[in-house]
């Protein structure tokens, strides 16, 4: 039980990766808070970690809005009375220019993916023990991209940025990491056999040949939030089978560029 009695906040906890981390945090013996705008898939899971045990909050709401993250920390407090993890996981894609992505859409984005982490950190700030740690979810995309995605990866630019600027303004109270998935298959939480249904094109373009599946997040989440990881702050882990470590030039690995 290596997370026993600690407080873990997790944003988007209702499904996916979030789900994972969730769960997996439970299983170690912390305490949950969940928000999620996803309010049937938060009961579920409220219900599922509370019958295994686990001591939890769910609140369903949007982090896009100020309003929700006053209350959302206020009813954690009162729940808890303090934060030792505090999980930026939620995020989303209103995708980008050549889809007509406009000025409300690229701010959503930004507000679920950057502004929401930075204004829980803050509003935790006070309530953060010692030895307490802060890990944001950013994706391989903040690094590279594809057509049409803008809304998105400026929001994972965002994230990884904000990550070490925490770092340092938090420096001696709180350590702030991110972690930078690449493909995770989020079907891997409810079916063991997710990989069957891979083309083997799909997995061999990963060194480690297979597709991520949330457990590889949540590892790395739990890793970064233990205690004895406390000489790691400011950094980001990408967790994405090597696959931002393949070059590709044309005629290698069988590619070939077809976009003139
Ligand atoms: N799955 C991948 O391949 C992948 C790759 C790289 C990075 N990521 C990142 O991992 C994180 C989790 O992704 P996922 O694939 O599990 O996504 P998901 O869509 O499966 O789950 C996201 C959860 O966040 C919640 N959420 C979204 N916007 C919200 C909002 N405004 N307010 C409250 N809750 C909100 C959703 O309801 C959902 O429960 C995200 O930050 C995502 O960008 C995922």
């Given at each position: 039980m290596k997370f026993k009695d600690r407080v873990c906040v997790v944003t988007g906890g209702a499904n996916g990766i979030g789900l994972c981390i969730s769960k997996e945090f439970a299983k170690s013996g912390a305490k949950l808070a969940v928000i999620d705008k996803d309010k049937a898939a938060g009961e579920k899971v409220l219900a599922e970690l509370r019958s295994n045990g686990a001591e939890c909050l769910f609140f369903p709401g949007d982090i896009a809005e100020k309003g929700v993250l006053v209350s959302f920390v206020e009813e954690v407090i009162k729940t808890f009375n303090k934060v030792d993890y505090l999980i930026n996981n939620a995020c989303m894609s209103n995708n980008g220019i050549l889809s007509g992505c406009d000025y409300d859409d690229f701010n959503y984005v930004l507000k679920v993916?950057?502004?929401?982490?930075?204004?829980?950190?803050?509003?935790?700030?006070?309530?953060?023990?010692?030895?307490?740690?802060?890990?944001?979810?950013?994706?391989?995309?903040?690094?590279?991209?594809?057509?049409?995605?803008?809304?998105?990866?400026?929001?994972?630019?965002?994230?990884?940025?904000?990550?070490?600027?925490?770092?340092?303004?938090?420096?001696?109270?709180?350590?702030?990491?991110?972690?930078?998935?690449?493909?995770?298959d989020v079907a891997?939480?409810?079916?063991?056999?997710f990989d069957k249904k891979h083309s083997e094109k799909d997995k061999n373009q990963h060194p480690v040949k297979r597709i991520g599946k949330p457990l590889d997040i949540a590892r790395t989440v739990m890793f970064l939030c233990e205690t004895d990881s406390g000489f790691i702050t400011g950094q980001n882990i990408i967790v994405d089978g090597g696959m931002t470590k393949l070059m590709v030039y044309n005629g290698d690995e069988g590619w070939e560029y077809n976009n003139h």
């Open positions: 993916g950057v502004t929401a982490p930075y204004m829980l950190s803050k509003l935790f700030c006070e309530h953060f023990t010692k030895d307490a740690a802060i890990v944001n979810i950013s994706s391989t995309r903040a690094l590279m991209s594809q057509a049409d995605t803008e809304s998105y990866t400026a929001a994972k630019g965002g994230i990884s940025a904000l990550t070490h600027a925490l770092a340092v303004s938090l420096a001696g109270k709180v350590r702030v990491n991110s972690v930078s998935p690449g493909w995770i891997a939480n409810f079916d063991e056999n």
